[in-house]
Nanobody, 114 residues
Framework: QVQLVESGGGLVQAGGSLRLSCLAS????????MGWHRQAPGKQRELVAS???????NYADSVKGRFTISRDNAKNMVYLQMNSLKPEDTAIYYC????????WGQGTQVTVSS
């Protein structure tokens, strides 16, 4: 059983940066691709970044070049460095597995002001 705890969100001006963190308990973390998902007001949840156990990454077109996902398998942590933030990045951000979704955590709110 895995618990997911996101942190690091906040209010930032357009063009600013935030670093999100996710602690994933359980023994399955190191053998699963992890992703960051976000849900903006009035929109469906979308996967914005993922990282395999070996460190290969993928990004949604909307964030490519601005966001960087990373992981620390020894600490069961996954991170999302967000640079050049835009108002359209405003959303609740969640971490989770990609192959199959576990129970969602609380997420962390990212608000980007224009």
């Amino acid at each position: 059983q895995v618990q997911l705890v996101e942190s690091g969100g906040g209010l930032v001006q357009a063009g600013g940066s935030l670093r999100l963190s996710c602690l994933a308990s359980g023994s399955i973390f190191s053998t699963n691709t992890m992703g960051w998902h976000r849900q903006a007001p009035g929109k469906q949840r979308e996967l914005v970044a993922s990282i395999t156990p070996g460190g290969s990454t993928n990004y949604a077109d909307s964030v490519k070049g601005r966001f960087t996902i990373s992981r620390d398998n020894a600490k069961n942590m996954v991170y999302l460095q967000m640079n050049s933030l835009k108002p359209e990045d405003t959303a609740i951000y969640y971490c989770n597995l990609v192959r199959y979704i576990l129970r969602w955590g609380q997420g962390t709110q990212v608000t980007v002001s224009s």
